[in-house]
């Protein structure tokens, strides 16, 4: 075949703006990383960012942490969830959803899948008063929303709590309303492969003093919380001082340091995300045999990733399927396969749960293809790339290799 095979790379992320680079030299020769580590009168980089990024969420307020499953875990842990509570989430996700669930020593409630890969809303509402789970941990699993506003009447209707793992959906949005700010908290992640990059790190959101506090004490504040950037009166701390358990998972003032020129950029960055993914899309959707996830018209996404079907497709298939892409350079992930492998997983592989039926998220994963779009591709790339996957899904069936 003429086409020439893909030589990019699907992880490679661009360099941080330089702006960041000068602003962590300065402070690296300042030798102040800790974020209580300020000169008199000093407001560290760690405060600044909570204030930057509370203001851009729209949230009362903000704490950075050192992963989005550190924000997740906090949260969880704040909103009062532990040993033998049960905490409804989704059955598709990524391993440090139930594994905060766990960490905080309570059980998962899995929740099936939409065929366009959102929680699935019927299901969760029958689990949640079969269950009476107080909380749901709710991931935008590869930035696909669910009805939001459907989903907070089924929360306030059964009486559980949402928290959202916004790790996909930084700067989506429901019906103009930012992802992370329907629920009690909204938890993201920094880490190299999400939104912003500062290799590791996390922010949880809420507009709920007390818990907020409770937060940041678990966060590892010593009695130094009065040097949070947006943070709650110091009133709220009474109880919270003393009754919180110190988790250490600080954010330090050098990624703080390096995200707030990225924030700044952000827009930049989603516009850039979605002209690749709608590229992408846009050829996979002349292919017959590829179905595409529906995007709600309510929904704002963040294209940082694409994901598609091969409906009925057997995994014998399927690994073909990925074999052929990888041939010509293309690295797609496949959900089917029996063992988890590089950032994949599913809910049969995570031991410590209980093990639950999810017929509907398995039938799913067994013909779902997943595929990272960093901002270093080219629409070229795009274009090439695209073209790759529809050959090798025409190819599936007539038996011809690629
Ligand atoms: C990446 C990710 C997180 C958080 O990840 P950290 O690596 O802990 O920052 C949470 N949920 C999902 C779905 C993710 O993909």
Redesign the pocket.
Known sequence: MARPSFTGNLTQQPPIPDEGIAAAVELMRSGRLHRYNVAPGEVSQAAELEREYAARQGARYCLAVT????A?QIALRAAGAGAADLVLTNGF??A??PGAIAAVGARPVLVETTPDLAIDLDDLASKARASGARFLLL????GHLCDMDRLMRIAAAEGFAVIE?C??TMGARWNGKRSGSFGLAG?F???T??HLNSG???FLVSDDAELMARATIMSGSYMLYERHGAGPDLGAYGDARLDSPNMSARMDNLRAAILRPQLRAIETAIAGWNARHDRIAGILGTCQAIRLPRRPAPETYVGSSIQFFLDGLDSAAATGFVAALAGVGVEVKWFGAAEPAG?TSTHKSWRYVAAQDLPQTDALLSCLFDMRIPLTLSLDDCDLIASHITDAAGAIGTGGAV
């Open positions: 992963s989005g499953g550190q997740m996700t990524l440090p959803v991931s935008n699993m590869r793992d790790a996909h938890c992640s920094t880490q492969y999400k590791e790190g996390g950032f």
